[in-house]
């Protein structure tokens, strides 16, 4: 197994509590930014870019969601944390839930946001990412990104659906193929009981990708998981609905 040292910044307040943000793939650390004022009040923050994304290398072929996990585990060590919360989104959730099932010890609270227990078939990750390793990314970005916002959100505010997109067609095409790999056929609901931390999970109602009903399953696999739907928003919710998102956040791993 190949380690990536991955790209990471820290943020907020040295001596308190560490939350670590991991993003969805596709999507850089700066995803994060409507979360941040809120977070770092109470929180050391922690953000890092996936495999090919900003600065973090990209190594040929397919990744799987065990290697992507073992890369953020492999920081955690170099960085001397031991314990932490963990937000994961899309991806990131799946990565989260993985690190939460395999390594309990560390995770003290958990928020899965636009996430799922396994992936919809319909999805057809392995083909985007096939498209993206040859056209490039903007051979699939229209496809990809429509998904996130909702379309009168995203009339109101063309300027950051136009810099997400931007951010997406920059990933390295080699990380972003290799993440749809990981994707693709993965699936975590015979891990999901040995997931010991307090967990939330948070699905945006109008989400095309991920719909409310894979958060409620990704819910009741987890012992004592609470779920929650954020209105009026589609995949990227933290961004369209930062309000509600972090409200929900801070009472949760930033308590």
Not at 32 to 60: C, D, F, K, Y
Not at 99 to 112: E, F, K, Q
Not at 129 to 141: F, K, L, N, P
Not at 187 to 210: E, F
Request: hydrophobic share 40%.
């Amino acid at each position: 197994m190949t380690l990536v040292p991955l790209q990471h910044r820290f943020d907020g307040p040295q001596h308190a509590p560490t939350v670590l943000l991991v993003p969805e793939f596709g999507a850089k650390w700066s995803m994060w930014e409507p979360q941040m004022p809120e977070l770092t009040r109470t929180s050391r923050v922690l953000r890092i870019n996936h495999r090919g994304h900003g600065t973090s290398p990209a190594p040929e072929g397919a990744y799987t969601v065990a290697e992507l996990g073992e890369d953020i585990l492999a920081l955690l060590e170099r960085l001397g944390l031991d314990r932490l919360s963990i937000v994961g989104f899309g991806l990131g959730g799946m990565l989260a839930t993985w690190i939460a099932s395999t390594s309990p010890d560390r995770v003290n609270r958990i928020a899965l946001v636009a996430a799922a227990p396994c992936t919809p078939i319909a999805h057809h990750w392995r083909d985007i990412g096939a498209r993206a390793r040859e056209g490039g990314m903007t051979s699939v970005s229209s496809e990809v990104t429509t998904s996130w916002f909702t379309p009168p959100w995203a009339d109101e505010r063309p300027d950051i659906v136009v810099r997400m997109v931007e951010e997406f067609e920059a990933v390295e095409p080699a990380g972003y193929s290799g993440c749809c790999d990981a994707v693709a056929d993965h699936d975590q609901r015979g891990a999901l009981a040995r997931v010991r931390a307090p967990a939330v999970v948070v699905s945006a109602a109008h989400d095309p990708l991920v719909p409310p009903s894979h958060g409620r399953q990704l819910a009741n696999g987890i012992p004592g998981a609470r779920f929650e739907v954020v209105s009026g928003a589609a995949h990227m919710m933290g961004i369209e609905r930062p309000d509600r998102v972090n409200e929900l956040l801070m009472g949760h791993v930033a308590r």
